[in-house]
């Protein structure tokens, strides 16, 4: 997100920007999905790594020497890039917490509870079962 865009509301809308993300680069994305092994702070087992390696990503990129599938996932994201080209720290916090897929702790601290672990869970499995 740019400068002169909003920052979602609350967890829920990250959540919707989420889906709509992955519909634009992830068809099918839904199919790679188990709401049963979601768990949004395990980097094995969150929606853009059961994402990442549903499409194949992870597998595309194992003798490149990623990490995590979350960690490939993200590398598909559109997010700022140092001089080194790699993502900034801030870039990457502020797109998968405006998305839905990483806590955003000032808000639960605030109170919203939308933004929380369970918070974001229940989001997008509500979101893939409607």
């Not at 933004?115 to 229940?122: E, F, K, Q, T, Y």
Request: with cysteine.
């Amino acid at each position: 997100m740019d400068e002169t865009t909003t920052r979602p509301a609350t967890g829920t809308d990250a959540v919707a920007l989420g889906m709509e993300w992955l519909d634009e680069n992830a068809p099918g994305w839904r199919n790679n999905v188990d709401p049963r092994q979601l768990d949004i702070d395990d980097p094995w087992s969150c929606v853009l790594a059961q994402v990442s390696k549903g499409q194949g990503w992870f597998a595309e990129s194992e003798p490149e020497g990623y990490g995590t599938p979350y960690g490939v996932g993200l590398d598909r994201a559109p997010i700022a890039r140092d001089e080194e080209g790699h993502q900034t720290y801030s870039g990457r916090r502020d797109w998968t917490q405006d998305h839905g897929f990483m806590v955003n702790w000032d808000a639960v601290e605030n109170g919203d509870a939308t933004w929380s672990s369970g918070g974001l869970m229940a989001g997008w499995r509500a979101a893939l079962a409607a």
